[in-house]
């Protein structure tokens, strides 16, 4: 059996300011590191031995990733870093209270923003400062591969052929792997690995710094599914 174990980053700045945050890269609090050093030591505790780790090129999952395998001893594991694996980008909204956004476009609008499976939010424009195109470590990627906002189902869609071409073989290869990433990139691996519908995805809730781990066939279907 293989173990797929996936870890939301712990609690950023701009999660306890309430903002959106989506691809704007925000560290840690003191909380969230504390998280992070709380789910290695879970995944110690379950005896598991990550061999083979996976995370975003947003800080938050990259500090979240570095302090649980401190607390696991593992601190020598390889890691690759993809942007495929970074939060869904919230477009014009990035960086807005979430609070103050619903008292201007309504709670309605601002949950079908945030809950629904295949509605964008506003777009950035590619002359706005938050557009990751003016971000050096994106410099490689097209205009087509710049998101100026997405949906669940845009994140789903960016997240699907990292899933199939690195951490599937990594997989079968390593046997235990480590996912530190984002509430929706995370939710867009379970979606796959439980073949969630879209109606059931937009239900799907992952707690900061609560390893899950699935454990997974030789054929790399799900046989069992739990939170340490």
Partial sequence: MKRLILIRHGQSEWNLQNRFTGWTDIDLTDKGREEARHAGKLIASAGLEPRYCFTSYQKRAIHTLQLALDAMDRDWLPVVKDWHLNERHYGALQGLNKAETAQKYGDEQVHIWRRS???????????????????????????????LGESLKDTIARVRPCWEELIEPALRLYGTVVIAAHGNSLRALVMMLNKLTPDQIVNEEIPTGSPRVFTIDDHLAVVGDRYL
């Fill in 117 to 147: 499976y295949d509605v964008e939010p506003p777009l950035l424009t590619p002359s706005d400062d938050r557009y990751p195109g003016r971000d050096p470590r994106y410099a490689a990627l097209s205009a087509d591969e710049l998101p």
